[in-house]
């Protein structure tokens, strides 16, 4: 969207510019128009003089045809002149026609290649959506199919539990049996040494009968236990083997169904790359045919890497979600050695074995979790003292910094006085080329009034000139109708007629050469006037750029003082940070000495638990026999 806003704006720029060009070049039309009436006027003025100066001529007769052929020729000259500026002129106006169609083409064929774009610019768009459905639709997919896989995974921890006590029972039911076994060679033994005791005589018969019919009667009972725990045995072994089939087919089930989802994700990674190559090769051709495309192509990439980021975020998510699932397994393995510690709290004895074995468990887990909290106290300690280490070197390097900081400070302020002395230099020169500017523009005024009365002077001259052009014109014509008289009294007024004409051309001859004279003077004046607008102008110019420098002196040590402000703002930052950082590392170092503290207590603890825990169980073998040897007497 954003390279699309600027071609769109770049198009939008290059129509003003064409638009502003043509605007000047029909500006230019005109103005050339102007100049092309301009000279037809002075032609037309041209064509009246060379009608009137031939006129002119004819009346002045032969001894002027000469001078009427040399000024014709030079009027012819600047008739040829005028008609060659003329049809310049007309060129130059063509050439600009020209021109202007030109652009209006090139603004057509602008307008053509922004309608162009516009089309490219909706077909990406399309495509880009297009791309962005397929990414959402994968996604989709991608959520379907890790939920299937944590599914399968919860029912395998399921399985697992179930397994587990079925474990369980059955090695307390062997241990039963185990027992049991036990005490049936015990009753046999006592069996055969109360026989051989009959056989010897050593007690009564009714005694031994009672002894007998006791024993067998526990015998019986002894043989019904075993048989029951023999059944159960059987019936837990049926049900362990019951229970690993049904593990073993979800195992096979689950890996077959992982097996698949692999298989579906590979192709559709395998479609996606293919997708992804192709689209890769559209977006070639478009970035051929137009490099714009290119910032779509990092958009892209971008938003795919921001996936992927998402992705491992949710991975990451998912193993701590497994973490507290684990956490949660074995709460429930607690509870549920709780609720057995329950049932069997009959018999004393195994509610204290129990207990002094959970307690030791409890040490032993909490043994190592105060290592665990050891390990990450002194694993926080050597981070503390590296980050104590770094912030170190980095408040020495900050003060180097500072330091250098400080030194381009004073260096900038010293460049700063320097500028500021070279600003008032430059200030002071400007001040003395407006002055001098001001005496040549005083002089220049003077020598345009100069060329004033020069130029008054000459139109005085030139009027003097042609009242003597006049007055020489009506005595030629006198004489010549003087002459057509043919009176010889007129011959002395024809020689004195001669004589004034030839003073009055002396005369013309004079003031042509006074007017010439001034003339020159005039260029020779326009000459010094211009060589002083140039130094007037070279003068304002340098002061100009004496100026330019003083601004750009000005914003140099503008930015060196931001510079400087910068730098002490990045400075305070980094104490505050390094004042930061040896805080936490204190509170690290405390928090290391607790779980120190926790550790050693733990110790204690465990000690303690294991020097009592040898004790309860000598206590509890004599009891237990104690036991057996009451039953006899309260069954007699």
């Known amino acids: 969207a954003d390279s699309e806003s600027k071609g769109k704006h770049d198009n939008h720029q290059k129509l003003q510019n064409a638009l502003g060009e043509i605007e000047s070049l029909n500006e230019q039309l005109e103005e050339e128009q102007a100049a092309r009436s301009e000279l037809q006027a002075k032609l037309s003025r041209a064509n009246a003089d060379a009608a009137q100066w031939k006129n002119k001529y004819d009346m002045e007769g032969a001894s002027r045809v000469e001078e009427l052929e040399d000024a014709k020729r030079k009027l012819a000259n600047r008739v040829q002149e005028m008609e060659e500026a003329l049809a310049a002129a007309e060129s ?119 002894i007998r019919r006791k024993l067998g009667m526990e015998n019986e009972e002894l043989q019904i236990a075993l048989e029951e725990a023999e059944a159960a045995l059987e019936q837990e072994e049926g049900k362990y083997l019951k229970v690993q089939l049904e593990l073993t087919q979800i195992k096979q089930t689950s890996d077959r169904r992982s097996a698949e ?54 991975l990451r998510t998912n193993g701590d979600y497994q973490k507290a699932i684990k956490k949660l397994q074995a709460q429930l393995k607690e509870m549920q050695a709780l609720i057995d510690d329950e049932s069997r709290g009959r018999d004393d004895m195994r509610d204290s074995a129990s207990r002094s074995e959970r307690r030791a468990n409890d040490l032993a887990v909490q043994l190592d979790e105060a290592r665990v909290a050891l390990e990450q106290a002194d694993r926080a300690r050597k981070l503390a003292d590296n980050e104590k280490n770094e912030f170190a070197d980095r408040a020495a390097e900050l003060q180097s910094m500072y330091n250098n900081i400080a030194n381009a400070k004073r260096k900038a302020e010293g460049d700063y006085h320097a500028l500021q002395e070279e600003i008032e230099e430059l200030e002071n020169e400007a001040k003395a080329g407006e002055e001098k500017a001001a005496r040549a523009m005083a002089e220049v005024a003077r020598l345009m009034a100069e060329l004033n009365s020069a130029q008054d002077a000459a139109s005085t001259a030139d009027k003097s000139r042609a009242m003597l052009s006049k007055q020489c014109v009506d005595l030629q014509s006198r004489l010549e109708e003087a002459e057509a008289a043919g009176g010889k009294g007129l011959k002395n007024q024809i020689r004195k007629l001669e004589a004034r004409i030839m003073e009055i051309e002396n005369d013309l001859d004079t003031e042509v050469r006074k007017s010439t004279d001034v003339i020159k003077a005039a260029r020779k004046s326009e000459k010094k006037v211009k060589e002083l607008q140039f130094a007037v102008d070279d003068e304002k110019k340098t002061a100009e750029r004496a100026q330019d420098t003083a601004e750009k002196l000005n914003q140099k040590l503008k930015k060196l003082r931001m510079q400087v402000e910068e730098a002490e703002q990045s400075s305070s930052q980094w104490q505050s940070k390094y004042k930061k950082a040896a805080v936490d590392l204190e509170e690290a170092e405390e928090r290391s000495e607790a779980a120190e503290q926790a550790l050693q207590k733990a110790r204690q603890r465990a000690r303690a638990s294991a020097s009592g825990a040898p004790t309860r169980g000598a206590s509890g073998a004599p009891s237990r026999a104690r036991s057996r040897l009451r039953t006899p007497q309260h069954d007699d």
């Open 92 to 210: 130059k106006a063509s050439s600009m026609e020209k021109v202007k169609n030109r652009m209006n083409e090139e603004v057509e064929d602008l307008l053509l290649d922004l309608e162009k774009a516009q089309a490219q610019a909706s077909n990406l768009e399309k495509k880009q959506k297009k791309f962005d459905q397929q990414i959402n639709e994968w996604k989709i997919k991608c959520d379907e199919i890790q939920a299937d896989l944590d599914k399968s995974q919860r029912d395998a921890r399921g399985y697992s539990t179930e397994l587990l006590k079925v474990r369980t029972a059955h090695e307390d039911t062997e241990e039963k049996y185990e027992a049991l076994k036990k005490e049936n060679r015990a009753l046999t033994a006592e069996l055969t040494s109360i026989t051989d005791q009959l056989s010897d005589g050593g007690k009564s018969s009714a005694e031994v009968e009672k």
């Open 261 to 314: 989802k692999d298989e579906e994700i590979e192709t559709m990674r395998k479609n996606h790359q293919r997708q992804m190559d192709s689209l890769q090769n559209t977006i070639d051709a478009e970035q051929r045919a137009k490099g714009e495309l290119l910032k779509n192509k990092k958009k892209y990439d971008s938003d795919v890497a921001d996936l992927e980021s998402q992705l491992d975020g949710a």
